[in-house]
């Protein structure tokens, strides 16, 4: 079976800080990982996601998440924040192989302040 | 194109009362999904369908039922409300296999009393 860890449940920074979000999978066979954003009264929106090939992924609002499988690890960072980041983000994993489930983390509220 | 869209936004019922929210989907995708949202809890998978008139349990299916007649919809069935089913309720739907982005609906506030 599948599980996701967030490290931290809540990570305040201030504006134009760099910050991380922790995420640990643990899965007996090959993954496939992603970020979900979720914008307050929101519904998810993916941000990024590593399926193959390299493992540092980007998104296009200045994310990045780095694939690390010997620490079984898909951190998410970004180097300078904005207020607009604030937000809560979900780390998910689902198996390669299709068990078609995907398995989300308990989230990581982001509060970025002025 | 709508994407996934969910009815009602906001629910309020009494205990064990029934309802139904609704899901549809205009993307013609096959996988569709039924999430709840609780605090620090995350999203935990409550049934998901890959494909019509399949249907499969997730994580947390007890006290609701789901049917996919059709490919664009995906409804929700409280049987009778209990309090513990006060939570946002989120439809997700995807193309078929597994690494591809899921599309969530705006969700449902639903609070029993």
């Known amino acids: 079976a599948q599980s996701v860890t967030q490290l931290d449940s809540q990570v305040p920074v201030f504006e134009e800080a760099p910050v991380e979000l922790r995420c640990n999978y643990s899965s007996s066979v090959s993954v496939y990982l992603f970020w979900y954003v979720q914008y307050p009264n929101q519904g998810l929106q993916l941000l990024l996601k590593y399926l193959s090939g390299s493992t540092l992924v980007e998104s296009i609002n200045g994310f990045e998440a780095e694939f690390n499988k010997s620490q079984t690890s898909f951190h998410l960072r970004k180097p300078s924040v904005h207020i607009s980041d604030t937000a809560e983000y979900f780390c998910?994993?689902?198996?390669?192989?299709?068990?078609?489930?995907?398995?989300f983390g308990k989230g990581t509220k982001l509060t970025v302040n002025p | 194109n709508a994407g996934v869209t969910q009815t009602p936004k906001f629910q309020v019922l009494k205990t064990g009362q029934s309802m139904t929210l609704q899901c549809a989907q205009d993307?013609?995708?096959?996988?569709m999904s039924w999430y709840r949202q609780d605090p620090g809890m995350g999203l935990r998978l409550i049934h998901y369908?890959?494909?019509?008139?399949?249907?499969d349990q997730g994580e947390v299916p007890n006290g609701y039922n789901v049917s996919r007649s059709t490919t664009e919809d995906f409804p929700l069935r409280l049987l009778s409300a209990a309090p513990s089913q006060t939570s946002v309720y989120f439809c997700?739907?995807?193309?078929?296999?597994?690494?591809?982005?899921?599309?969530f609906g705006p969700g449902t506030r639903l609070t029993v009393t």
């Open positions: 369908s890959v494909g019509a008139g399949i249907t």
């Open positions: 993307m013609n995708h096959e996988y």
């Open positions: 997700a739907s995807s193309r078929s296999t597994s690494w591809y982005e899921q599309y």
């Open positions: 998910a994993v689902n198996s390669q192989g299709g068990s078609e489930k995907l398995v």
